[in-house]
């Protein structure tokens, strides 16, 4: 099988070497990508490209699309079963997960730098404002978190929290999921009601409207609030809109909606201006561990599904 990675900066080696065992591994160096596409059978993708029907028509030979990831936003999945395409994916594989820890260690480093004013208190001779008054911040130890979604990124914040002495509350859409020491509220609008500071750690299906509507999103004034999730699950117009009021007391997002074209990403970088607001570009995963090791259970994955297809 004719195997392409479309991103390979810094591709896992064990994993390209796995890959070169069941077929022929080309990397796209940026050229045509119709040619490069021709006459793959099987692609891999992390974030950067937005994999819809134009992208797959390019791709004739497709059978098997791979993504070390578990949000598909830049995946278009009905395009995909209908041209009877496989995804192989992280998503669901709870157990294997649960060592990597990048995305809540980013989403614990983000709130500890809105709460200290890490913004304006990291100092270069471009930025040389020594004055501690002027950074004074807020800290975690009994403060009142909100968690929307307790899922694998979820439960892990939630135990960075429990350990720092923050008070976990937290919603959910599974009835059966809880969390010792975290309380589960009723509804997502008492749960901003109760918070201090909003997490956003809920998962995302392509298409679905925002879990936080502009009713919730105006909930968030006074709050401080957190998104290392989807970009899609906010609705973003109005959460900018209340950080341009200024009617928040801070905001950090490592995501935006529709990453892969047309978006905000341009009125996030004015609202950064002389605010309490911090864009990272979708880095929470991207620790070389974490994406080592993804990389390199995915290439797993392929070569069982594979195993398996012959010996049927």
């Not at 157990?95 to 614990?108: D, G, K, N, S, V």
């Amino acid at each position: 099988m004719r195997i392409g990675i479309l991103e390979g900066d810094h591709f896992s080696a064990r994993a390209r070497t796995m890959l070169a065992n069941i077929g022929p591994v080309e990397v796209f160096d940026g050229g045509m990508l119709e040619a490069f596409l021709a006459d793959k059978e099987v692609l891999f993708v992390r974030l950067g490209y937005r994999i819809d029907r134009a992208t797959l028509d390019l791709a004739p030979r497709l059978k098997l699309l791979c993504s070390p990831t578990t949000g598909h936003n830049h995946l278009d999945e009905v395009h995909l079963s209908l041209r009877g395409i496989e995804l192989i994916s992280l998503r669901g594989e709870r157990t294997f997960l649960q060592c990597i820890r990048a995305t809540p260690e980013h989403t614990l480093g983000l709130m500890l730098a809105l709460l200290r004013n890490y913004r304006i208190a990291f100092l270069d001779s471009n930025h040389p404002y020594w004055d501690r008054d002027r950074c004074r911040g807020d800290e975690l130890f009994g403060m009142r978190v909100g968690i929307i979604g307790l899922g694998r990124v979820g439960g892990i914040v939630a135990e960075y929290l429990r350990a720092l002495g923050a008070r976990v509350a937290y919603v959910d859409i599974r009835p059966e999921v809880s969390r010792d020491g975290c309380e589960r509220c009723g509804s997502l609008a008492a749960l901003i009601e109760a918070s201090e500071l909003v997490v956003m750690c809920a998962s995302y299906a392509d298409g679905q409207p925002p879990v936080m509507d502009r009713e919730l999103v105006g909930l968030l004034a006074g709050r401080y609030f957190v998104n290392t999730a989807r970009g899609e699950l906010v609705d973003e117009a109005a959460l900018l809109e209340l950080v341009r009021q200024e009617s928040m007391k801070g905001v950090a997002t490592d995501v935006i909606a529709n990453e892969n074209g047309p978006n905000r990403l341009d009125e996030w970088l004015d609202a950064a201006t002389g605010r309490n607001v911090i864009v990272t570009p979708h880095i929470a995963g991207a620790t070389w561990s974490s994406m080592a090791a993804t990389e390199e259970f995915i290439a797993q994955k392929l070569m069982k599904k594979l195993e398996q297809a012959a010996t049927r």
